[in-house]
């Protein structure tokens, strides 16, 4: 056992409480200031895969990555909204036990509806910018009622893998990417900050939960997790879809269809990167799910995230 796993899981949740609050942010304060979106890239290239858009010139790739942008600031809000649920329904186990815990998830809670509201804050500020006739038309709520009727186990598993990507994106965002909007940069820097403990949080109340489940409700569950990141890549197929006939409308040319198809299959290759991939490759995700399941429902995950290429 090292140092890090002798630290007991109430002093765990204290320290994300500590963090929390050292680390805390206002957005108008600290994340905008004042300052509007101007044509820079909204993402960087590592996370729009610009390179992937082979026909496109420089600046059309910046005109995608802004839609990407509006997206991403648009996917945020709809995965916390259902996050928050989870969090809020997961701090009833802790009402009567440990205090640090609960004021943790407490915490966590109110964090991801301020990050909702700066991500409407951000679809806003990067719609003043970009022409008329970008749609998001799916309902957070609607997606929020599918997700939580799917086990907590499952919901856990897709949440951490969220919140772990959130932190590839901030480090894609440091690096590589020059011409990235110094605004954008500081929502990743932010949402980042507060990111880190809903990730520690997320994997401390999905172990907690998976001890409490037979191998029967596992096995289950592990059908589950499959199926949601089924229905996000449903999700990120209608979004790239969208995206893409925004993208041909928008950018000043004629766009015949073989090259619109190869946008429109770019878009959904950089969101499924940016949205399911990076965190399910992230090394830490592989570790703690690795830590609950058995080697064969390891393999079916992968199979599974394998057709999404
Ligand atoms: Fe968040
Ligand atoms: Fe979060």
Known sequence: MNAIEKISNTDRYARCVETSKRVRWDIDKDVIRGRRFDVANNLPDGLSLADTFTTLSADERRFVS?????????IFGLVECFINAKVLELSHDHWFGDQVALEALVRFSDEELKHQALF???????????????????????VAHAVL????????????????????????SIERDAG?????????????????????????????????????QRERAVDEFIELVAAVDGILQAQAEADAAYFT????????????????????????????HSGAQHPHFGKVLSGLITEKQGQRIQAALATLQ
């Not at 719609?127 to 609607?142: A, H, Q, S, T």
């Not at 919901?155 to 901030?170: G, K, N, R, S």
């Not at 950018?251 to 399911?276: H, M, N, P, S, T």
């Open 249 to 276: 409308s928008k950018c000043g040319r004629a766009v015949d269809a073989a090259e619109a198809r190869a946008i429109g299959a770019a878009f959904l290759k950089a969101y499924r990167w940016q949205y399911i």
């Open 180 to 216: 990235l909007s110094e605004l954008f940069k500081d929502v990743f820097l932010y949402h980042w900050r507060e990111e880190s403990q809903h990730a520690i949080l997320d994997e401390l109340e999905w172990v907690r939960h998976d001890a409490e489940l037979t191998a029967e």
């Open 149 to 172: 009727g799917k086990s907590t186990w499952a919901v856990l598993a897709l949440t951490l893998d969220i919140e772990l990507f959130t932190q590839l994106h901030y480090r894609e």
């Open 66 to 74: 802004q839609i990407q942008g509006r997206t991403y600031a648009n």
């Open 120 to 142: 409407r804050r951000v679809d806003a500020m990067v719609g003043e910018v970009l022409p008329d006739g970008y749609r998001f038309d799916i309902d957070p709520n609607g």
